[in-house]
Nanobody
Framework: QVQLAESGGGLVQPGGSLRLSCAAS????????VCWYRQFPGKERELVAC????????NYADSVKGRFTISRDNVKKTMYLQMNSLKADDTAVYFC?????????WGQGIQVTVSS
């Protein structure tokens, strides 16, 4: 079955960096675009970034443009979110997502806390 597993979250000071990873299994990873979402307490999940299958083209939420970079390694079946210049407002639970034949699959989520 489809599985997505995030890692790399934690506590970081404002201005710092973190790299999230999402290990995928149970589907042909290279055949589907994948995305990162985040969820603030009491809010709906919001899209952070998505990356296409093979050419690496990506799109980002305005709030993270220029600070976050999404990437993928189709051999390792893993995608990444490099987060730089982190702000307190980036504190959220981050989820990886795959849309496979019109069905959304989600990881369990991982906490990112930006605080001094």
């Amino acid at each position: 079955q489809v599985q997505l597993a995030e890692s790399g979250g934690g506590l970081v000071q404002p201005g710092g960096s973190l790299r999230l990873s999402c290990a995928a299994s149970g589907f042909i990873f290279s055949a589907f675009p994948v995305c990162w979402y985040r969820q603030f307490p009491g809010k709906e999940r919001e899209l952070v970034a998505c990356i296409s299958t093979t050419d690496g083209s990506a799109n980002y939420a305005d709030s993270v443009k220029g600070r976050f970079t999404i990437s993928r390694d189709n051999v390792k079946k893993t995608m990444y979110l490099q987060m730089n210049s982190l702000k307190a407002d980036d504190t959220a639970v981050y989820f990886c997502n795959a849309l496979i034949f019109q069905r959304n699959y989600w990881g369990q989520g991982i906490q990112v806390t930006v605080s001094s």
